[in-house]
């Protein structure tokens, strides 16, 4: 984000780069400076004769080339936005001519989704050069509670962080998703009110008692009623909680179970850094750690692996949801 920043303060400051290289597997950041650039370089009156938006599956490297290759007209520059540009990888090199030499008067802009450039090829350190190259890295999941609060505050909201986890237990890493969301509930809450579970429940459809998360954290205090309950919650609302997602995640709670304890250094800083989780929830970890010795939670990752190539189709002759649910509490739990 603070790259994102520097890259606005510098195109308001009005030193504006003739070629924007925006790259990475994270493609907020990428559609999110693309699209300040669109609403920002050019005055209005100028955008319909000098702003030219390509699409990479219509297009080749020589027809950007071509359009960035025009003189504007009545204005000082162009703007010229190639989106989904991933599409032109195979020919992407063919940028490098252009950026040795590239028009003084346009802005291109090259949106190159979900895939990088060599950072050890010519074509880059020549658009290094050029421009600017800037790669859009996906966040870890213990990264977009802090990403979250930080959007938040710039919104004049605040969150509370069961409410955070469960943005990110419900939509992951996929940062539009989760701003898409986050307009939502701008819109019908006030400058300075906290974003809370219910909230979101009433709001977004997350439910605060029947989530993820909450199965996650049962299982951890070994509630098996409360485990059980969710369970079959799932199972009855299959579409909003697909088992895939379900099992995936208390793959990974297992996961960093394991990893928690074969740490030497259990200091809680050290250990939130290890499992990439918000220290806020530390305490849910505190409270599996004593409940599932090393050895038993070795063989649930095993187990959980098992459901896994179940829910998948594969040896299971289509057993329901709710049975795969129960199997894996069961072998959990016992």
Not at 177 to 198: C, F, M, Q, S, V
């Amino acid at each position: 984000m603070d790259e994102v920043l520097k890259i606005i303060k510098e195109i308001q400051a009005g030193n504006i780069r003739p070629i924007y290289f925006l790259m990475g597997e994270e493609p907020y950041y990428i559609d999110k400076l693309a699209e300040y650039i669109e609403q920002n370089i050019l005055q209005e009156h100028e955008r319909d004769f000098n702003q030219t938006v390509l699409y990479g599956r219509d297009v080749t490297i020589e027809d950007v080339v071509g359009n960035a290759k025009r003189f504007p007209m009545m204005a000082d520059r162009q703007v010229v936005i190639v989106k989904e540009a991933q599409d032109l990888s195979r020919t992407i090199d063919k940028l490098e001519s252009y950026a040795e030499n590239p028009q003084p008067t346009t802005v291109l802009v090259i949106c190159y989704k979900y895939k990088t450039l060599d950072k050890r090829k010519k074509v880059t350190k020549v658009l290094e050069k050029a421009g600017v190259v800037f790669e859009s890295k996906k966040l870890y999941e213990n990264q977009v509670g802090t990403w979250l609060v930080r959007v938040l505050q710039g919104k004049k909201l605040n969150i509370e962080p069961k409410a955070a986890a469960m943005f990110v237990d419900f939509l992951g890493t996929d940062l539009s998703r989760i701003a898409n969301e986050i307009d939502k509930l701008a819109i019908i809450l006030k400058p300075g009110e906290t974003i809370t579970p219910a909230i979101i429940e009433q709001n977004i459809g997350f439910s605060k008692d029947f989530n993820p998360f909450e199965l996650r954290k049962a299982i951890g205090e070994r509630n098996q009623l409360k485990a059980y309950q969710i369970a079959d919650h799932f199972a009855k609302n299959p579409k909003d909680n697909p088992i895939v997602l379900t099992i995936g995640l208390v793959y990974s709670f297992f996961s960093q179970l394991l990893q928690y304890h074969g740490l030497k250094d259990k200091n809680p800083k050290n250990v939130a850094s290890v499992l990439k989780v918000n220290p806020f929830f530390l305490k849910d970890y505190d409270v599996a750690l004593r409940n599932y010795p090393m050895k038993k939670v070795s063989a649930i990752v095993g187990t959980l692996r098992d459901i896994d190539v179940k829910s998948k189709g594969v040896g299971a002759n289509g057993l329901p949801q709710a049975d795969l649910l129960k199997e894996m509490l069961v072998k959990i739990f016992n």
